[in-house]
């Protein structure tokens, strides 16, 4: 089927594209965030075609990652799934969705925590969990350093735990990756600002352990990543990563003494670290695979095409 969807998250959309179908990404002359087009640090299949949005008219489904593309989007009569990869803001618990009580669409949470907090009224929901491409690269560890992933650490400081970051980078130098990370200016904090993700994959597996340190999130794709790729977890036990994360692939805490305590332990002890490793790669293939997310995909979208 033809699938409309804009390119938001790239990580996610990178492991949604990898199905069936033909997948239609509106593309514009400024490339921005109404037509970013086809990824440029991503490997995307020969099936994502860029679209000029006023052209569109052969659709099946639209998948909705944003409230105001429904307005984009209303003069195509197709099903609408909307797709919700963050945890609410505001008035949590009572936090309202914008697509709250309404009976065209069907909303995806991407984590059972959004399900659980997010207040959508009378709007059918589904949980889909994460599924990854599998990284190529493997965790060996050799650098007494740790890795963080995270996008726009400076403005979202305490969202993204960046706050929390010179507490580790006094037990061993931090290397943070992603998108906005040029403006960090802490001591033994090496920014790498939106590098390719094959080379972040492979710099990322040479470091000790992978540190998760966002307070808020749904679940970092780049969590389950670093886990798949072999890297020893240590992460703030919140929102999903508690699920995602059991107490043999890493340390969690909402103690952040204790997972400093944790972090001195694995750069002392790397075949500790090479142990939880192993385990956090194991559990992630398994519970985050491509298959299992690809076939969940499908079975929703036969179904809200279908009926």
Known sequence: MNILLWHVHGSWTTSFIQGKHRYLVPVNDARDEWGRGRARTFDWPATVTEVDLADVRDVDVVVLQRPEELERVAHLDVPKIYVEHNTPKGDVPNSRHPMADRDDL???????????????????????????????????????????????PVRRNRVTGTDLMPRFAAVAPLDVYGMGVAGLRLDDVTPYDDPPQARMHAEIARRRAYLHLCRWTSLGLSL???????????ALA??????????????????????????????????????????????????????RFLADWDRLLEEETCA
Do not use: C, K, S
């Open 106 to 152: 069907v909303i995806a949470h991407v984590t059972h925590f959004n399900d659980l907090f997010w207040d959508v009224g009378g709007t059918r929901t589904t949980v889909i969990e994460h599924g990854i491409v599998e990284p190529a690269a493997r965790w060996t560890g050799e650098l007494e350093r740790f890795a963080v992933v995270t996008n726009e």
């Open 224 to 234: 389950i990543e670093a886990m798949q790729i072999g890297m020893p977890v240590l």
């Open 238 to 291: 919140t929102t999903e990563a508690i699920a995602a994360v059991p107490d043999d692939a890493g340390v969690l805490a909402t103690r952040v003494d204790t997972l400093v305590e944790a972090a001195h332990w694995l750069i002392d002890e790397p075949e500790q670290a090479r142990r939880l490793g192993t385990r956090a790669r194991q559990v992630a293939l398994a519970r985050y695979g491509l298959d």
